[in-house]
């Protein structure tokens, strides 16, 4: 026999003299119904190419052009979830702090932000409406946003409660800006480098 197992069965085999201690355990965690797969086109990746710093505004943000992707989610059955997102760049969201950074320059300046909205969802071929809460789950309404402070779900139309689906597709849209140029240092080529994953959580 291994030594860990003879040390557990002498402790076991102790007089009852020795005083014991206690620890507990615990384990957690739940069965659902059926999982779900999130999948973007184009392997989730938005390139705004290059840009020179005569294409940003020097006194005042330039908005970048919208970007699209498509976002497919394949459940095995009918099931209740929601979508929310890590910011990978956390702490660089230049322009509204619900947003997602873009990165910084080598001067750590704040590049921008980018902000992911969804539209015209599709449920299990009927149209639903895009709803989000920001208290946890506890209460809903109508919005487009996707992003890390609050969690997006879909509902029937004419409905705020989240509903059980089992396929969906939508619209995810991209809208990045860029900070004015004369707050940027911008002598050597600077990487737009916004990144975020996409989670999926079960209700």
Same mark, same amino acid.
């Given at each position: 026999?291994?030594?860990?197992?003879?040390?557990?069965?002498?402790?076991?085999?102790?007089? +009852?003299?020795?005083?014991?201690?206690?620890?507990? /355990?615990?384990?957690?965690?739940?069965?659902?119904?059926?999982?779900?797969?999130?999948?973007?086109?184009?392997? !989730?990746?938005?390139?705004?190419?290059?840009?020179?710093?005569? $294409?940003?505004?020097?006194?005042?943000?330039? /908005? @970048?052009?919208?970007?699209?992707?498509? /976002?497919?989610?394949?459940?095995?059955?009918?099931?209740?979830?929601?979508?929310?997102?890590? $910011?990978?760049?956390?702490?660089?969201?230049?322009? #509204?702090?619900? =947003?997602? +950074?873009? !990165?910084?320059?080598?001067? =750590?300046? &704040?590049? !921008?932000?980018?902000?992911?909205?969804?539209?015209?969802?599709?449920?299990?071929?009927?149209?639903?409406?895009?709803?989000?809460?920001?208290? !946890?789950?506890?209460?809903?309404?109508?919005?487009?946003?996707?992003?890390?402070? +609050? @969690?997006?779900?879909?509902?029937? %139309?004419?409905?705020?409660?989240?509903?059980? *689906?089992?396929?969906? #597709?939508?619209?995810?849209?991209?809208?990045? %800006?860029?900070?004015?140029?004369?707050? *940027?240092?911008? %002598?050597?080529?600077?990487?737009?480098?916004?990144?975020?994953?996409?989670? *999926? &959580?079960? /209700?």
């Amino acid at each position: 026999m291994d030594r860990v197992t003879l040390a557990f069965l002498l402790a076991a085999c102790a007089p +009852g003299a020795f005083a014991a201690s206690t620890a507990d /355990l615990s384990v957690s965690g739940a069965i659902v119904p059926s999982s779900c797969t999130p999948t973007l086109t184009n392997d !989730g990746l938005i390139d705004h190419g290059k840009m020179t710093a005569k $294409d940003l505004q020097a006194t005042r943000p330039t /908005l @970048l052009a919208p970007a699209e992707l498509r /976002l497919e989610v394949h459940c095995d059955g009918e099931t209740f979830f929601t979508l929310t997102t890590i $910011d990978n760049r956390a702490g660089t969201s230049a322009i #509204n702090w619900r =947003d997602h +950074g873009l !990165g910084l320059t080598p001067n =750590d300046e &704040k590049l !921008g932000s980018v902000t992911f909205t969804l539209f015209d969802p599709v449920a299990d071929e009927n149209a639903v409406n895009v709803i989000v809460s920001r208290n !946890g789950g506890s209460s809903w309404s109508a919005s487009n946003y996707l992003g890390h402070e +609050g @969690l997006t779900s879909f509902a029937a %139309i004419g409905s705020n409660t989240p509903m059980a *689906l089992k396929d969906l #597709n939508a619209r995810l849209r991209a809208f990045s %800006i860029i900070v004015p140029a004369n707050a *940027l240092t911008l %002598i050597d080529e600077v990487p737009v480098d916004g990144q975020a994953t996409l989670q *999926l &959580k079960y /209700l």
